[in-house]
């Protein structure tokens, strides 16, 4: 059997699990992921937390121990995310000293009810930062109009970020430049840029979720054509804009002084519609220096039968224009579309959220010691 995951490392794809438990560290499967799979990241998000911590009872002795101190809700949370984030870094740390920080690194979210809030996001980057302790953590913070600025003040602080929930091409490069005029203001500052890192993770699937259902909705042939078409487009287009930026003259400044590009994610690549190949989002976004954080299913579909034949974004930028255009001619508005996705995104982390908050608080009642 071809080593598919192998092959696509080779060509410059990280490959990063978007999932973490606490059974998954102490199993030691995450450990056998690194080695076996070809993983060399991690992402989390409240969605993945909330799934965790309803499961099982691997958490129960810290949520015992927490109970008896009657700690708030909230602080329960943050001690049992940040130190599964915490024994992850650990676990990935051989990565990140082997590709000198680049990979071996696992991302744990600002909280999704601070995402319209640039001030509180930069606090909670800062404080998140400090509870995990790891160099090898991104902060992640969604790429909203208040999470740009935010961005710039937390890579400005020399804090490694992951941002989030991006959609937009528009969007995309603002989030380029947030980060460029942060590495300038870690710069001004005096900080050591090699240090810094940054991944900005640009959702694929649900464009195409979207997308394909106002395409139903037409119901003619000339737009069922169209249907899996507008994600891929849209992310190859945005390494496009990648390229650009990390080409221009104000990057290249920043370089010299020993700046790292902040590489493209791939996120949400774990296919809805099951027409479409289980492994599109992975086989059809091959470039080199990106990243594509999968669900585990996604991951093993593609080391079955994923065929990586090489770079699948160069050259294709003619006809991806063309694919997003002719989505727009039907009438099925860009802009519409992924603002839409933004705005649900942030909704769905912070329903997401106050599901962790009610699961875990029910937990801390359970597990509270009786008085006496």
Same mark, same amino acid.
């Given at each position: 059997m071809t080593d598919a995951l192998k092959r696509l490392s080779e060509e410059g794809v990280a490959i990063w699990l978007d999932d973490l438990s606490r059974k998954r560290i102490t199993s030691g499967n995450l450990a056998e992921l690194l080695d076996q799979q070809h993983v060399v990241g991690v992402t989390t998000n409240p969605t993945i937390f909330q799934k965790a911590i309803s499961e099982g009872d691997g958490y129960d002795q810290q949520l015992s121990d927490l109970a008896a101190r009657k700690v708030t809700v909230e602080e329960a949370i943050r001690m049992i995310? %940040?130190?599964?984030?915490?024994?992850?870094?650990?676990?990935?740390?051989?990565?990140?000293?082997?590709t000198g920080g680049q990979d071996g690194r696992v991302s744990i979210e600002v909280d999704p009810r601070l995402a319209h809030n640039t001030k509180a996001t930069v606090a909670e980057a800062r404080q998140l930062a400090w509870l995990v302790d790891r160099p090898n953590t991104l902060i992640k913070i969604p790429a909203t109009k208040a999470g740009i600025p935010a961005i710039t003040e937390t890579i400005g602080n020399g804090i490694s970020v992951n941002v989030t929930l991006i959609f937009s091409l528009e969007r995309y490069r603002e989030v380029m430049d947030a980060y460029l005029a942060g590495l300038e203001k870690?710069?001004?500052?005096?900080?050591?840029?090699?240090?810094?890192?940054?991944?900005a993770s640009f959702f694929v699937s649900r464009v195409d979720t979207e997308v394909d259902k106002r395409i139903d909705a037409l119901g003619t042939d000339e737009a069922k054509a169209l249907r899996g078409k507008a994600a891929i487009a849209n992310a190859r287009l945005a390494y496009?804009?990648?390229?650009?930026?990390?080409?221009?003259?104000?990057?290249?400044?920043?370089?010299?002084?020993?700046?790292?590009?902040q590489r493209p994610l791939w996120a949400s690549t774990g296919v809805k519609d099951?027409?479409?190949?289980?492994?599109?989002?992975?086989?059809?976004?091959?470039?080199?220096? %990106?990243?594509?954080?999968?669900?585990?299913?996604?991951?093993?579909?593609t080391e079955d039968h994923g065929e990586i034949t090489g770079n699948t974004v160069?050259?294709?930028?003619e006809q991806a224009r063309a694919d997003l255009d002719a989505v727009e001619q039907l009438g099925i508005k860009y802009d519409d579309v992924v603002q839409l996705l933004e705005d649900e995104g942030v909704e769905k982390f912070e329903a997401s959220w106050t599901d962790l908050l009610k699961s875990t608080e029910a937990e801390l009642q359970r597990l509270a010691p009786s008085e006496g």
């Amino acid at each position: 059997m071809t080593d598919a995951l192998k092959r696509l490392s080779e060509e410059g794809v990280a490959i990063w699990l978007d999932d973490l438990s606490r059974k998954r560290i102490t199993s030691g499967n995450l450990a056998e992921l690194l080695d076996q799979q070809h993983v060399v990241g991690v992402t989390t998000n409240p969605t993945i937390f909330q799934k965790a911590i309803s499961e099982g009872d691997g958490y129960d002795q810290q949520l015992s121990d927490l109970a008896a101190r009657k700690v708030t809700v909230e602080e329960a949370i943050r001690m049992i995310t %940040t130190a599964d984030v915490r024994d992850a870094a650990d676990i990935l740390r051989p990565v990140f000293d082997a590709t000198g920080g680049q990979d071996g690194r696992v991302s744990i979210e600002v909280d999704p009810r601070l995402a319209h809030n640039t001030k509180a996001t930069v606090a909670e980057a800062r404080q998140l930062a400090w509870l995990v302790d790891r160099p090898n953590t991104l902060i992640k913070i969604p790429a909203t109009k208040a999470g740009i600025p935010a961005i710039t003040e937390t890579i400005g602080n020399g804090i490694s970020v992951n941002v989030t929930l991006i959609f937009s091409l528009e969007r995309y490069r603002e989030v380029m430049d947030a980060y460029l005029a942060g590495l300038e203001k870690a710069k001004a500052k005096g900080l050591d840029l090699s240090q810094i890192h940054s991944v900005a993770s640009f959702f694929v699937s649900r464009v195409d979720t979207e997308v394909d259902k106002r395409i139903d909705a037409l119901g003619t042939d000339e737009a069922k054509a169209l249907r899996g078409k507008a994600a891929i487009a849209n992310a190859r287009l945005a390494y496009q804009a990648y390229e650009e930026v990390f080409s221009s003259d104000r990057w290249n400044a920043l370089e010299r002084e020993g700046a790292n590009k902040q590489r493209p994610l791939w996120a949400s690549t774990g296919v809805k519609d099951k027409a479409y190949q289980d492994t599109m989002y992975v086989t059809e976004l091959v470039a080199p220096n %990106t990243v594509n954080t999968m669900p585990e299913a996604t991951l093993y579909a593609t080391e079955d039968h994923g065929e990586i034949t090489g770079n699948t974004v160069a050259g294709t930028y003619e006809q991806a224009r063309a694919d997003l255009d002719a989505v727009e001619q039907l009438g099925i508005k860009y802009d519409d579309v992924v603002q839409l996705l933004e705005d649900e995104g942030v909704e769905k982390f912070e329903a997401s959220w106050t599901d962790l908050l009610k699961s875990t608080e029910a937990e801390l009642q359970r597990l509270a010691p009786s008085e006496g």
